[in-house]
Nanobody, 122 residues
């Protein structure tokens, strides 16, 4: 599985962005998918996860109520809708996928995209 993240950019605090994670491979619909982020000088951080079917989602407390993860298996794409963005959301965002990987542990995901940069100005 190859993953391509896109949709990052520069936005003012309070604004919105939608990230996309497009996957190659016919079996993507059987993979749990997660979003992680890494800010400069900081550790990689879990953001959100969605199960292969889309039936379960899980969010970090820091983004709960502001971010929404969803997927369209017909399009082999997972989305991260980010609303009410804050300067502390500034980071490179990565999507990751794996079988039986659902959750916040980065090491359970086998495939990673290249990252898309999000900058939130105050």
């Amino acid at each position: 599985v190859q993953l391509q993240a896109s949709g990052g950019g520069l936005v003012q605090a309070g604004g919105s962005l939608r990230l996309s994670c497009a996957a190659s491979g016919r079996t993507f619909s059987s993979y749990d998918t997660g979003w992680f982020r890494q800010a400069p000088g900081k550790e990689r951080e879990f953001v959100a996860a969605i199960s292969w079917s889309g039936g379960s989602t899980y969010y970090a407390d820091s983004v709960k109520g502001r971010f929404t993860i969803s997927r369209d298996n017909a399009k082999n794409t997972v989305y991260l809708q980010m609303n009410s963005l804050k300067p502390e959301d500034t980071a490179v965002y990565y999507c990751a996928a794996g079988r039986s990987s659902f959750g916040s542990k980065w090491y359970r995901y086998n495939y990673w995209g290249q990252g898309t940069e999000v900058t939130v100005s105050s």
